[in-house]
């Protein structure tokens, strides 16, 4: 299953991205966190010592195109690969717990998940290139992905609702939007049930820095019953962006409470696999259409495989 936490800046969505990484760890799932915000802030927020710095994702796109493409007949080279190219017959897929060369690259071990990292902006981007050049890596990664029922993929996205530049937002089985008890942050809010709604994605809202009930009740008149959680402020998350590492059996019970009904609310949403695979490939599509056929210069729309299932 796969969750994405979205939300305005400053939000907690970091915050909450790892604290629910962690406890869903703790109930004995396999966990792989993905850190795709601008500011690569989720290895800290996990725990992780001071200089902790995975290998970046987009640093070897040749790496993962080159294993993802495995013997697929439609792609001639890594080069042809863009951020949207789906899985098809030959294509190697990923599972979760399996060692193969992408995830001995990439993934290191930080407060009992996986975490993979984008990596932030070089030197030679900057002017250069925009940060959805970091996060295509993700949504290839996620294209190719096999995640069982009980393996949990939580993603850290960039703030507000740059997601939706991409197609990396259908990816998921559950959006969470991290919504402060503010008119900015609804705003947000706002914008993700706008641009979701054409595409039959789950949305939630969890809300976060919750002070008291008014806070909890301006959420409630907003949102109704898309709020599933109100989280207080929290000592255990202050002691952590102190630099400590706490337990997370010590984290508060309203917050662990939080986590739980959002826990249970990813777990009851059903995943459709060709559902899920039509939008990547009306995405690929629509981004051949729109610049990558002129960037490789062919119709990567010959790339889909009109046979491939992903795996039961």
């Known amino acids: 299953m796969r969750i994405a936490f979205v939300g305005k ?9 790892a604290l629910f990484s962690r406890y869903a760890a703790l109930l004995g799932k396999r966990v792989l966190a993905v850190d795709a ?17 995975p290998a970046p994702l987009a640093a070897d796109m040749r790496l ?13 080279s890594a080069d042809e690969m863009v951020k949207t190219t789906p899985p098809g017959r030959g294509s190697r897929l990923l599972r979760l717990g399996e060692r193969n060369p992408v995830m001995t690259a990439f993934a290191r071990r930080v407060g009992g998940v996986e975490l993979i990292a984008t990596g932030e902006f070089e030197g030679d981007d900057i002017g250069v290139k925009c940060f959805h050049s970091k996060t295509g890596a ?50 947000v809010w706002d914008q993700y049930a706008k641009y979701a709604s054409g595409y039959g994605l789950r949305l939630v809202a ?7 009930a008014r806070d909890e009740a301006f959420l409630r008149e907003r949102l109704g019953d898309a709020l599933i959680a109100a989280v207080p402020r929290s000592g255990f998350v202050r002691s952590m962006e102190r630099g400590e590492a706490p337990d997370i059996s010590e984290l508060e019970p309203r917050v662990l409470g939080g986590l739980e009904v959002l826990r249970g609310t990813l777990a009851a949403t059903e995943r459709d696999w060709d559902a899920m695979h039509r939008a990547s490939v009306e995405f690929h599509l ?3 259409a729109s610049w990558a056929n002129a960037a490789v210069g062919r119709d990567l729309g010959q790339q889909v495989d009109p046979s491939f299932r992903y795996p039961s």
């Not at 993962?64 to 001639?76: A, H, Q, V, W």
């Not at 393996?151 to 939007?177: E, N, P, Q, R």
Request: no cysteine; hydrophobic share 45%.
């Open 286 to 288: 629509k981004n051949a």
């Open 138 to 187: 993700v949504e290839l990664l996620l294209n190719h992905l096999i995640d069982g029922k009980d393996d949990i993929v939580t993603v850290d996205m960039t703030a507000g609702a740059d997601a939706f530049a991409s197609g990396l937002f259908a990816k998921f089985d559950l959006l969470a939007v991290v919504v402060e008890p503010t008119r900015q942050s609804l705003g």
């Open 9 to 17: 800046g400053g939000s907690g969505k970091t915050t909450l991205a």
């Open 37 to 53: 915000d601008i500011n690569q802030h989720l290895a800290m927020a996990l725990g992780a010592p001071e200089g902790f710095a």
């Open 64 to 76: 993962l195109k080159e294993y993802l493409r495995g013997d697929n007949p439609l792609i001639g």
């Open 206 to 212: 969890v809300g976060n820095k919750v002070e008291d």
